[in-house]
């Protein structure tokens, strides 16, 4: 007999609600893989959680999951892959040109305007301008690219993760300036589909960010089955911002400040000054606040929408699930700033303000550093 949900999540047959809640938090805690898990296991318990949570006691049977995988088999779909394999090593040995090209202008501190590309996948223009900026336009295909000032964008930016090349991998890498695409919520411009973007000094200013999970054939060649593969979107800043729109499905944000609307699905972001404009923290999301630092969540409204497993880390150790922070109206309802030390100092006597706070954290849950 396969095993149920229920014996997944090591509680019994008609558990409670609050049971299987306490049941898969501690479970994610310890086979998330930020923690040292495993991902196969951490993707099976929540699927357990989730299924609980509408009633249903068993978990799909394999061929069930094959009814839903969404891998797509047969020589058309190879086909295409091959095809456009092809196109992106073609974009990226042009992008690998362009930086030869840029590098000459740089050394000659000269100006310029050009195109390369794909005439299949599109072409973009690059211009270094006398303010040494560097202005590109239209849609970054594939290709690594690294430059020494700002950057201003106008259009989006993809990755080809289907390629096993990593020299097609996109990367793109500035060692001082900033790197900013134009009104990209308004136009339209994403980074997406693993995309890496490091500043090294200066900020990120881009549209929506997302990653993608990847449908592959199972390495031992069952028929009809098939594993996911992740391509996370990685944006890098350790001394500036990230400010971006919706960030969701696979995707990592590490800098000195983060500004976001939205976090969504198997989000990590690591910050010293952390800000979420909107509405919604959902799905397998880690924050982890840098000492010394704080957390704000701008939406006012009680229906912040929180995943019962998106978790808040300071970076000693000490985690909170995000849901407690909004029971006890730091999230929503008018929230306000909520420092480094104000949370690692919850359970001791150190804290400045004891009643209140003390008060206003009662009954709250914490968990202790990692070990």
């Not at 306490?22 to 299924?51: M, N, P, T, V, Y």
């Not at 086909?79 to 042009?94: F, I, P």
């Not at 630092?293 to 229906?303: N, V």
């Amino acid at each position: 007999m396969p095993e149920s949900n229920y014996q997944i999540l090591g509680i019994k047959d008609g558990a409670t609600r609050q049971e299987i809640r306490a049941a898969f938090r501690e479970l994610a805690l310890k086979h998330h893989s930020d923690r040292g898990g495993k991902d196969d296991s951490f993707i099976k318990i929540k699927q357990a959680f989730e299924d609980l949570k509408t009633g249903k006691k068993f978990p799909d049977s394999p061929d069930e999951l094959a009814k839903k995988a969404k891998f797509f088999w047969g020589t058309d779909e190879e086909e295409r892959k091959r095809q456009n394999t092809l196109l992106s090593d073609d974009v990226a040995k042009e992008i690998q040109v362009a930086q030869e090209w840029l590098d000459a202008l740089s050394r000659a501190n000269a100006t310029g305007n050009r195109l390369f590309g794909s005439k299949e996948l599109g072409e973009i223009e690059l211009e270094r301008k006398p303010s040494k900026a560097l202005a590109i336009k239209g849609k970054f295909w594939a290709g690594k690219l690294s430059y020494d000032d700002h950057v201003f964008m106008w259009g989006s930016i993809t990755n080809p993760y289907f390629s096993d090349n990593d020299n097609s991998k996109t990367e793109i890498h500035l060692t001082h300036g900033t790197f900013k695409m134009t009104d990209p919520l308004d136009n339209g411009f994403n980074i997406e589909n693993g995309t890496k973007i490091t500043v090294d000094n200066g900020d990120i200013i881009c549209g929506n960010v997302n990653g993608i999970r990847e449908h592959v054939p199972d390495p031992q060649g069952r028929v009809g089955m098939s594993l996911i593969r992740e391509h996370k979107s990685q944006l890098n800043s350790p001394n500036g911002k990230i400010i971006a729109g919706t960030v969701r499905e696979t995707v990592s944000l590490d800098a000195d400040e983060v500004l976001v609307l939205d976090l969504v699905d198997n989000v990590t972001v690591r910050g010293r000054k952390i800000q979420i404009f909107g509405h919604k923290v959902s799905y397998d999301v880690f924050i982890e606040l840098k000492k010394d630092g704080m957390i704000r969540f701008h939406d006012k409204g009680s229906g912040f929408d929180i995943s019962d497993d998106a978790i808040l880390k300071l970076e000693n150790g000490k985690e909170f699930f995000l849901d407690e922070l909004k029971t006890r109206k730091l999230i929503g309802f008018g929230g306000e700033d909520i420092t480094y030390d104000y949370l690692d100092g919850v359970g001791t006597n150190s804290i400045k303000n004891k009643e209140s706070i003390t008060s206003r954290f009662s009954g709250f849950r914490i968990f202790g550093k990692k070990k």
